[in-house]
């Protein structure tokens, strides 16, 4: 069974940082490409940032956001700086493999100004 657990998500002032984690089994880590992604009410999930098999890293927000991973412990992160109120959202790790797409139950963000 895939699992995805993400942790990390609260309130912050505009410009504050905040750093998602992103828990999973060692065969996610090992078969399957990850990834970020997010959501407001009322509009569709839009993706953030990945990480690939092949270790390249896509970003949509660029300079504010970066993505790691630490291999030992299957953790997957979205270091968020300079963060603003439009990044308000519910952050969803998400892993693409082979048998699927898979998401965890997501983890709230909040920025206010």
């Known amino acids: 069974q895939v699992q995805l657990q993400e942790s990390g998500g609260g309130s912050v002032p505009a410009g504050g940082s905040l750093k998602l984690s992103c828990a999973a089994s060692r065969w996610i880590f090992d078969n399957c490409g990850m990834g970020w992604y997010r959501q407001t009410p009322g509009k569709e999930r839009e993706f953030v940032s990945a990480?690939?098999?092949?270790?390249t890293r896509r970003n949509f927000v660029k300079g504010r956001f970066t993505i790691s991973q630490d291999y030992a412990k299957n953790v997957l992160f979205l270091q968020m700086k300079t963060l603003k109120t439009e990044d308000t959202a519910v952050y969803y790790c998400?892993?693409?493999?082979?048998?699927?797409?898979?998401w965890g139950q997501g983890t709230q963000v909040t920025v206010s100004s």
């Open positions: 998400a892993a693409y493999c082979t048998t699927g797409n898979y």
């Open positions: 990480l690939d098999g092949d270790g």
